[in-house]
């Protein structure tokens, strides 16, 4: 809840900005496997979003650079997802014959797996039960 108590406060993260080559392509493989919904499409760009939350700005970039990079030669993500049922989710991706990792079981950390689109960005996907989150 956005109260007169948060004027001038940083009160989350909005959106992350990802670079794509395809933009309709890019587009539809988020809406078809993470069920995200396509907002203010303009011909170099467009919002992602679950309901009304915006989640991921698609620019469409002819530069090889992602959001992805590298620390002790593995890859490594800028962007985590929050799920409430990370099984589910990962048979799910996994069926699609998405590029998944396998599950980290990290006890108070929460449970992780990571997730590649068709652009080479990866992502982390998150499940943590005693992490409180506002959408």
Known sequence: MITKDNDGKV??????????A???KSANWFVEHLDFNIRHKTEESLSLFIGNRPILYL???EHQSRAVFEVGGRKKWITTF???DIKSLH???KSKQL???DISYESENGNFFTL???DGNLYDIWENH???LNF
């Open 130 to 132: 005693d992490c409180e």
């Open 82 to 84: 929050f799920t409430n």
């Open 22 to 24: 395809d933009l309709e």
């Open 59 to 61: 620019i469409k970039s």
């Open 116 to 118: 590649e689109d068709i």
């Open 99 to 101: 590029i998944v990792g």
């Open 91 to 93: 048979e799910k991706l």
């Open 11 to 20: 009160l989350g993260i909005a959106y992350n900005v990802i670079p794509v």
